[in-house]
């Protein structure tokens, strides 16, 4: 694997963005990225449990740096609705193409398909990205605090707003969520893995859940596989769940979706 393969997507991300905006000029996505459009509440969604104790986004993912091909070919329309009766709170999609195979499309489909709120996973480092996502209809996007500076971080914040699209801040340590802080980012996903070394300890969610502002709202996400890893992270009033790769790789995702959930 690429040493720091974090730092090489952001390089790359740069290039598409690039390549993006000759596509497409910035002026006329932002023309069209406030243009009315039906949204659905994402954060609100996840201020309190669920009918099951918890709430879990999830996941629309085909591969990973990580962990390569999971489920190359998936049909997010399938999985969309599989997620939807198995009483998922949310849908996260990614739409990198180099290291995830995903794309706007799956995002769209996605959302077509169900009535629940979509968020849009990438590695966002630009306000481009964001018109582009407010153009795609997605409800909310993530904006990862380890490939943003303080300044970006508070503008991009101030940019969802604008567009009305909700923002989970991705945090790792303390540091990130100091800065997180400061920008005044309310919903907040721990992510049990490093970006940096890809290693994974859900033990990492329950440790920062107690650095967060009382009116912050936790999501725990990555190496999260089974009911038992989520009652352990529930125990420290995390009641939000981030979950891909295990509903993917699962050959009945509604009926996994449902153990999760504890039914």
Request: glycine fraction near 4%; charge should be neutral.
């Amino acid at each position: 694997m690429i040493k720091n393969i974090l730092s090489k997507i952001v390089e790359d991300k740069k290039q598409e963005i690039a390549a993006a905006k000759q596509h497409i000029p910035e002026s006329f996505l932002r023309e069209k990225a406030f243009a009315p459009r039906k949204r659905r509440p994402f954060l609100k969604k996840l201020e309190h449990p669920g009918p099951f104790g918890v709430n879990i986004i999830a996941e629309i993912k085909r591969a990973s740096p990580s962990k390569g091909d999971i489920r190359p070919n998936l049909n997010p329309a399938v999985y969309a609705d599989e997620y939807e009766k198995g009483g998922a709170a949310a849908l996260s999609v990614l739409t990198d193409q180099p290291y995830f195979k995903g794309g706007p499309e799956d995002l769209k489909i996605a959302r077509e398909t169900t009535t629940l709120p979509v968020l849009r996973k990438d590695f966002l480092i630009s306000a481009y990205q964001i018109f582009e996502s407010a153009v795609m209809k997605a409800d909310a996007v993530l904006l990862i605090v380890r490939i943003l500076d303080q300044e970006q971080l508070k503008d991009y914040l101030s940019l969802c707003n604008e567009l009305k699209l909700d923002a989970l801040v991705e945090v790792h340590s303390e540091a990130d969520i100091e800065k997180a802080g400061l920008a005044g980012a309310r919903l907040i996903g721990i992510n049990n893995r490093n970006l940096q070394s890809f290693e994974t300890d859900i033990e990492i969610a329950i440790r920062m859940k107690s650095l967060l502002n009382n009116d912050q709202i936790a999501i725990a996400a990555s190496g999260i596989r089974t009911r038992k890893d989520i009652e352990k992270i529930k125990d420290s009033e995390i009641w939000n769940f981030l979950i891909g790769e295990s509903l993917v790789r699962a050959e009945h995702p509604r009926d996994f979706l449902e153990s999760l959930h504890g039914k």
